[in-house]
Structure formats: structure tokens, C-alpha cells
């Protein structure tokens, strides 16, 4: 069963943090962006730059009149003409020997990266951040000289793409600040799709960080959102943190990331239920200790409960039930149909999987629902008093388990199925 009109939450556009001083490239004014640069066919010195897709310089010859080596720099672009903001910059030198490449932002502060002198490129350690302006330095030694090695310093701006470029966020889970139990996942969920080849890098831009050591991984569900999970349930007490560093970072579909987004939330005390389907029962545990066992109802004929572990997704002192809402019955005339608004309702599925008490089922101890595990209303009030986001409700003895991605039931993956590498 489930509420009318019901969605998951969401952060529309999460909260941006401080810029990062890294050198990061993006989308929009692009043009601009290249037009500080000097086009390759014309060589200028340090002085100056011409329009095009590339920068060249170099100083003066040295004594003896011999020619200066020529530098030029190139930052790769799309085929609209946009800055490629996690690809590296390309420099090549005319005359003479590549020797050292920096790179510093406005402030002047230094942006980590490699140069591989060999290939003639220079990668960003994390990818260009969007509105801000950096100066790439070059220096390169004219062949048969000895003496000041040429240099140049290029200028450019990482411009901010517009709405329809950018990538962001329409939530990540757990909320700030949350505390949650022992097996609320990680989940991050993206506007717009993540290409496949692109995801390695988006997942390399999510951090988790613990108080304590945890061994965790992302699973991929789909080009929209991706999980994190510890391999077995949190320890209560750990501080969870969450870094989305995508500033600048690309979704492979022509869109970059203009923000980085922090979450930071707690775990709390392991509360867990296990229902027997079978049995009818619910027993309910804090930190290993039995609390209570519940009479429940579970799914009639038809109307199986989802089976596995299903971490509460969260919980409302209210909701609507309709069963057209979920596919049941929509004629006011049918068997199966219903339009109730009922008490203590705990939210295990996106597809309408609830624990809470029905007014038209006031004895539990069958199976007679219409998929949700039904309490009486004492026990259903006591119950919805005690869980919270995040803790591991498993129903045993159904014929199937919810699919994980069906809400928060991650762990219905086994931890090899988990850390599978996933196919494209």
C-alpha cells in the first residue's frame, strides 16, 4: 500500500560548498575562454596571445642570436567548442625542450597536477573548477642553448555552464545531520544520467570518510543513482561523512558538475526487526536484546509481503492508503478496495510497502493484508515510537525479496553481488 502521490525526498540542488583550488575546466563560454589563448599558427611572445584554440609564446632569443623555443598550449574542447574539464592540457614546444609546467589559481595559490614532458601534457589532480580563473606557466629550453630558458604564462577562465549543462544533484541520503540506523545506505541521486564511461570518475569524485574503519563500496543501480554501503551493518556511534566533490566534474552527456556537496550524519543504535511470516510474529531487538515479539499480519494470496532486509526508508504519523495508488483496485465497488487514512506508518518500499496499523484489520496474527505488515494499534504506536531512517526491517518465509533498489534494501545483495564489476 501507499500514499497518493508519493515521492522520495529530495535536496533539489544540495548545498554548495567553498570553491576548491584545483584547476577544473567546464562548458558555456568556452570561446571566451580560447580566445586568451593564442592560436597555433601564430607565434607571439609572452607579451601577448592571439585568438584560437591554443597559446604560444616564448622570450626573446638569447645572445648569439639564435631562435627562442615557441610554446603553445592547448585545452581540449568538446564539438561545441567547450572546455573539457577533466582532460589534460596539451603543450608543445617549437625549437627547443619542454622543462616545467604549473599552474595557479587567481589567489595564487598552487593547483595540483602531472606532467608527463614525454607526451607534452599536463593533468589536473582533480578536474578544473568552474567559474574561476587560473595562469598556466611553461617553461621549455631552445635546442643548443644554454643559457635563460623561455617561458610563457597563459591566462584563462573556467566559465560556469549555464542550467541546461549543468549536473547536479536532486538528493543524497541520509539528510545532514541525520542520525540513522544500521543499515541506511549511502544514496546519491543525479538529475540527469551518468554516461557509463563516465562513471568511474563521478564514483572517484564520492568520498565516504568514517570515524571508524568501515569497508564499504558504490553499486550503480542506475544511470541516475548509486549507493554506497558498509559490506555488513554500521557500527552504532560511527560519524559518517559524505564528500561529492563534482565541481567541474563531466557526466559524459555533455554536462558538469557546479557544485561539491558535504553530508555528514551519525549512526545510531541498532534497532532491528525480524518478521516471521509464518509465525505472524515480529521480534523486535535493540543491540542485540529483545525488546518485544508483535503478533503481525502479513500479505494474503495475491498479495505477498516483500521478503529480505529493507532498511526504513522513513516514518509519518499519518498516510493515505488507496489501493488504485498501487495498482490494486480502483472501482469503489471492488473487494479489494480501499481509501483509508491510517496511524504509526513506518515506509519500507518506494512501492508502497508500509509497518502500521489498519483500522480494517484490528486482530493481526494471519495473513490477510494487501502487502504491508500490519500491527495492532498499541503495538503499531509503540513500534513507530522506537525505529528510525535506516533501520533493518527483514520479513522471512515470503516468496520474494524486494528488489534493492525497491527503497533502501541493499543488503538484499549479497557483498559479491555488491562489488561485481557492472556491466555497461
Not at 583550488?21 to 570561446?31: F, P, Q
Not at 573556467?158 to 541520509?174: F, R
Not at 568514517?210 to 541516475?224: D, E
Not at 534494501?409 to 562489488?419: R, Y
Request: charged share 15%.
Amino acid at each position: 500500500m501507499t500514499r497518493t502521490g508519493e515521492s522520495a525526498r529530495q535536496d533539489q540542488t544540495g548545498s554548495p560548498r567553498g570553491r576548491r583550488r584545483r584547476s577544473r575546466a567546464a562548458t558555456g563560454a568556452a570561446a571566451a575562454l580560447v580566445a586568451l589563448l593564442l592560436a597555433g599558427t601564430a607565434a607571439c611572445s609572452s607579451s601577448g596571445h592571439a585568438a584560437g584554440g591554443s597559446a604560444s609564446g616564448g622570450s626573446s632569443a638569447s645572445s648569439g642570436g639564435a631562435a627562442a623555443a615557441t610554446i603553445s598550449v592547448t585545452l581540449a574542447k568538446d564539438s561545441a567548442g567547450n572546455v573539457i574539464p577533466d582532460q589534460p592540457v596539451k603543450i608543445a614546444v617549437r625549437g627547443g625542450t619542454l622543462g616545467s609546467v604549473t599552474v595557479a589559481d587567481s589567489k595564487g595559490d598552487p593547483v595540483p597536477g602531472t606532467l608527463d614532458a614525454t607526451a607534452g601534457t599536463w593533468t589536473p589532480s582533480t578536474p578544473f573548477a568552474v567559474g574561476v580563473a587560473y595562469t598556466l606557466s611553461a617553461s621549455a629550453t631552445a635546442t643548443g642553448q644554454t643559457g635563460k630558458p623561455t617561458t610563457d604564462q597563459v591566462p584563462f577562465t573556467v566559465e560556469t555552464p549555464g542550467s541546461s549543462s549543468s549536473m547536479l544533484l536532486d538528493s543524497i541520503t541520509p539528510e545532514k545531520g541525520a542520525v540513522v540506523g544500521v543499515a541506511m545506505p549511502v544514496s546519491v541521486v543525479f538529475s540527469n544520467p551518468v554516461a557509463d564511461s563516465a562513471r568511474a570518475v563521478v564514483e572517484k569524485q564520492l568520498k565516504v570518510t568514517t570515524s571508524v574503519p568501515v569497508t564499504g563500496a558504490w553499486h550503480w543501480f542506475s544511470s541516475t543513482r548509486v549507493d554506497w554501503r558498509p559490506e555488513s551493518y554500521w557500527k552504532s556511534g560511527t560519524q559518517v561523512t559524505v564528500d561529492a566533490d563534482l565541481d567541474g566534474v563531466s557526466n559524459g552527456n555533455g554536462r558538469i558538475g557546479i557544485h561539491d556537496y558535504e553530508h555528514k550524519f551519525t549512526i545510531g543504535s541498532d534497532i532491528e526487526a525480524v518478521v516471521d511470516a509464518p509465525a505472524h510474529t515480529m521480534k523486535v531487538t535493540e543491540n542485540g536484546r529483545l525488546l518485544r515479539t508483535l503478533d503481525v499480519d502479513t500479505g494474503g494470496a495475491g498479495f505477498q509481503t516483500w521478503g529480505g532486509t529493507m532498511a526504513v526508508i522513513d516514518k509519518e504519523s499519518e498516510v493515505e492508503m488507496t489501493s488504485c495508488s498501487v495498482g490494486i483496485q480502483c472501482n469503489p465497488n471492488g473487494p479489494n478496495y480501499y481509501d483509508l487514512k491510517l496511524p504509526f506508518d513506518v515506509h519500507l518500499t518506494f512501492s508502497g510497502t508500509y509497518v502500521h496499523y489498519s483500522s480494517g484489520d484490528q486482530d493481526p496474527g494471519d495473513s490477510s493484508s494487501h502487502g504491508c505488515v500490519h500491527l495492532s494499534k498499541p503495538d503499531a504506536a509503540w513500534f513507530y515510537g522506537i525505529v528510525q531512517e535506516g533501520d533493518p526491517v527483514t520479513v522471512n518465509g515470503v516468496p520474494k525479496n524486494a528488489d534493492p533498489d525497491n527503497g533502501y534494501a541493499d543488503f538484499n545483495l549479497t557483498w559479491s553481488q555488491w562489488t561485481a564489476p557492472q556491466s555497461s
